[in-house]
């Protein structure tokens, strides 16, 4: 007998097979669409969904800072084929070979004599042709322009320059150069070359210790008596003095000397082609042997060759900014 149904008491349907998984996947679709949306419309504002900032650049995922740019590497040729020398009487050999006079043959520059090895014997294939001595004894910092003009004509592919110890060795300490003035000269000796000889290489040598010379000459009773005829008396006067006003003197000439030193440093540093010798030669322990015999402060012919070698280990060395 068949069973009737009141509309009230229908049964539910069954669901069909397969109808949950056409639901799972259409709520799949839906929430896969609205992502989309939703990162199409946070780019449009302006968002991030990336990285990147709101001017849309892109930046290293985790960084809030663009890449700093990298630092323009030095240029330096350690073989140079011509070499052209400016700066004082230690460049000009002076007292070297004889009693108040130049001896150019032993500079540690531009020297041609076998026993010095000089920096141009060192490097270049023809020394006599191919360096110049344009150093005068008596050079202070303010003479460089004009020298560096006359290296510069020569186009020399390096110039080295070591001057400033006649800025500090005045005869007075109130005559020494200002810190200030000095880098204006050194600055300018730079431009004068440029202007001129734009791809040459600067070799710049720091003004040598000369509280530490004062230290070893004094030991010589000659040195004594050739310094009280005027040699840089803002040191070496009354050489033997301990008194407070003499040690006081002789620390202002060294801190000024410190002074020229950073001077040649920082700005030797700005030029791409200059190298400064980190203080190589202000570090030297100059030995009685190193220093000349007639005026116990210039360099010997012995002293003129570890200033040669010196430079040459220097100019060759590699250093990781170049």
């Known amino acids: 007998m068949t069973e009737s149904h009141e509309p009230g008491n229908a049964r539910p349907a069954r669901p069909r097979p397969g109808a949950p998984k056409r639901s799972r996947t259409v709520a799949i679709c839906a929430f896969i669409l609205m992502t989309v949306a939703g990162l199409i419309l946070a780019v449009a504002c302006g968002g991030s969904s990336g990285g990147g900032d709101k001017r849309g650049e892109q930046r290293a995922e985790g960084s809030s800072r663009p890449h700093p740019e990298p630092s323009p590497r030095r240029i330096w040729d350690r073989s140079p084929d011509s070499l052209a020398a400016v700066g004082d009487s230690i460049t000009r050999g002076f007292d070297a070979c ?138 070496l006067k009354d050489p033997q003095s301990t008194d407070a006003a003499d040690q006081e003197r002789r620390q202002e000439v060294h801190d000024r000397v410190i002074a020229y030193n950073t001077v040649l440093k920082t700005e030797c540093a700005k030029d791409l082609r200059c190298r400064y010798d980190n203080g190589a030669v202000f570090n030297y322990r100059f030995t009685g042997a190193e220093l000349s015999n007639w005026d116990w402060f210039h360099p010997s012919k012995e002293g003129q060759r570890s200033l040669a070698e010196l430079a040459y280990g220097q100019i060759t060395a590699r250093r990781s900014a170049d």
């Open 98 to 235: 004889s009693l108040l006079a130049d001896c150019t043959k032993v500079s540690w520059a531009t020297g041609t004599a076998a026993g010095v090895d000089s920096l141009a014997r060192r490097l270049l294939s023809d020394p006599k042709k191919e360096s110049w001595n344009y150093a005068a004894s008596g050079a202070v910092m303010a003479d460089l322009p004009e020298q560096m003009r006359k290296a510069a004509a020569h186009k020399p592919d390096m110039v080295t320059v070591m001057s400033g110890a006649n800025d500090a060795c005045r005869p007075t300490v109130g005559q020494m150069t200002s810190v200030e003035q000095f880098r204006a000269d050194f600055r300018a000796g730079l431009q004068a070359l440029r202007s001129e000889a734009p791809k040459t290489q600067v070799y710049v040598s720091s003004v040598p210790n000369l509280k530490r010379l004062w230290r070893e000459g004094r030991k010589n009773p000659i040195g004594q008596r050739v310094w009280g005829l005027g040699i840089c008396q803002s040191m």
